[in-house]
């Protein structure tokens, strides 16, 4: 039996994988779950799933948890406090870690985890994109397995050789090409993305998310994280990631080699086949997701991104060049811009200008310790909110 822990249980990841994982109660024991704020959704959880663990990064959800479990779920032990969250990820009983938190507040769960050794299952992007080189060393250090769930690092997993995380040149690839859906805004005339809401930006035509990375689908913030993610993940300089706007979102990412070849990894939309991938690798298990329908789908379209109309793309690929903590930066800018968009207290447009002007006033430095990165983050985060108020 292999003890999973799912840190952002309640969340849009969080929920499909546990769907996943209660297709298979014979190999995958849920032993922990932890969520933020969401009690009702983590009681739900808890009393279908019965944990060892249940942790509320807000100490005050925890208590209510308690509460609310102590007469049903004696047996489930509730706990309060981010540094909880980190417990559950380097618990003994714990083989695997999907990361499945929004943002920073990720990172040092996704850090305990591989200083554990574990699997780590890697949907909180961010974690990565901040911490870059760190996490890797961390992971090699002790021998820790991490295994991409962002789709398009997923599929371009399974389109190279055994390996895949040796640099590229020696696999024989000449570029990473990631797929983008374009969200919800791809055509929507210049002029009206002034105006848009957070509802607008939101509305995925293709994916069903969080509300963060929703918003990074409609800046496409989220392909330039992905970029980065990238980089790190198959040691690939920026120039070998290529961004290609396919709006069917059926071809996830593709692989192109020295002699001509392009491997692709094709599928419906459904976050629980990156999942299902990841947890069973280098087997394979049922997901829940059917095959494809190619008469259905019927055409595939391409084209290159328009870097006018989503400039975080731009400042991504500047953030992936600079290197260091230049993606740290951008992180956090980032988040702060997006929370402020989806409280109604800035435009949509304003989000790539807050970023901008976060990375011209602050340098960058090479990565060392995960205190400097959340000092990075924390400097960064102060700027950004000043911006916010000019
Ligand atoms: P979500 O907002 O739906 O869920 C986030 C989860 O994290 C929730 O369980 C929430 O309780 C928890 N959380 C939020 N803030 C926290 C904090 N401060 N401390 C501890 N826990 C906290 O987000 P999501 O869409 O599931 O995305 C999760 C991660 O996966 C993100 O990094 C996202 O970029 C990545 N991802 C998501 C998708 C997708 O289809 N949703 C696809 C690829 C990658
Ligand atoms: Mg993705």
Known sequence: MIGVAVLGSTGSIGVSTLDVLARHP?????????????VA????????????????????????LATRLAASHPAIAVRGGPQ??????????????????????????????????????????EALVISGELLLRQAALH???????????????????????????????RRILLTASGGPFRTTPLEALRRVTPEQACAHPNWSMGRKISVDSATMMNKGLEVIEACYLFHA???QVEVVVHPQSIIHSLVEYID???????????????????????????????????????????????????PCLALAYAAARAGGTA?????????????????RRIPFLRIAEVIAETLERLPAEPIGEVEQLLAVDRRARKLATQLLAT
């Open 26 to 38: 014979e190999r995958y024991r849920v032993v922990a779950l932890t969520a933020h704020r969401d």
């Open 41 to 64: 959704g983590m009681v739900a959880q808890c009393q279908r799933f019965t944990p060892e663990v249940a942790v509320m990064a807000d100490p005050e959800a925890a208590a209510e």
């Open 84 to 125: 909880e969250v980190e417990r559950v990820a380097e618990a003994a009983g714990c083989d695997y870690v999907m990361a499945a938190i929004v943002g920073a507040a990720g990172l040092r769960p996704a850090l305990a985890a591989v200083r554990s050794g574990k699997r780590l299952l890697l949907a909180n992007k």
């Open 143 to 173: 021998n820790a397995t991490i295994l991409p769930i962002d789709s398009e690092h997923n599929a371009v997993f399974q389109c190279l050789p055994e390996h895949p995380y040796t640099p590229l040149a020696r696999r024989g690839v």
């Open 237 to 239: 300089t920026p120039e």
């Open 260 to 310: 001509g070849s392009t491997l692709a990894q094709l599928g419906n939309p459904d976050m629980r086949t990156p999942i299902a991938h990841a947890l069973a690798w280098p087997q394979r298990i049922t997901s829940g997701v059917s095959g494809l329908d190619l008469f259905g789908v019927a055409r595939l379209d391409f084209e290159p991104p328009d870097l006018e109309r989503f």
């Open 327 to 343: 993606p740290a930066l951008l992180n956090a800018a980032n988040e702060v811009a997006v929370a402020a968009f989806l409280e």
